[in-house]
């Protein structure tokens, strides 16, 4: 069994900062590429950052310049650092994790954590 769970999601006055942190749990192999995406109400889930196992880095423009995606030093772990808040942010966000056990490659997806941005 593998388990993927964010937290640090929360309630936060627009400017104010958040880490989201995930962690995968269960007989892992190895971990490849992490994101984070969100999802608004009555809006399509979009991606909003991503690592890869070499490091490299992506973002949505919207997010670009206040948030940042990284590993954490346990090999399981994966943070979005958010910055500089806008009600815009407000939605579900969720860890996404490409998690190879065996000769089983499979995309595993968090229960997902609410932020909501508002004064």
């Known amino acids: 069994q593998v388990q993927v769970a964010e937290s640090g999601g929360g309630l936060v006055q627009p400017g104010g900062s958040l880490r989201l942190s995930c962690a995968a749990s269960?007989?892992?192999?190895?971990?490849?590429?992490m994101a984070w995406h969100r999802q608004a109400p009555g809006k399509q889930r979009e991606l909003v950052a991503f690592?890869?196992?070499?490091?490299?880095?992506g973002y949505v423009d919207s997010v670009k310049g206040r948030t940042t995606i990284s590993r954490g030093d346990a090999k399981n772990t994966v943070y979005l650092q958010m910055n500089s808040l806008k009600p815009e942010d407000t939605a579900v966000y969720y860890c996404?994790?490409?998690?190879?056990?065996?000769?089983?490659?499979?995309?595993?997806w968090g229960q997902g954590t609410q932020v909501t941005v508002s004064s």
């Open positions: 690592i890869t196992s070499t490091g490299t880095t």
């Open positions: 996404k994790m490409e998690i190879q056990i065996g000769p089983s490659f499979k995309y595993y």
């Open positions: 269960g007989f892992i192999d190895r971990i490849y590429d």
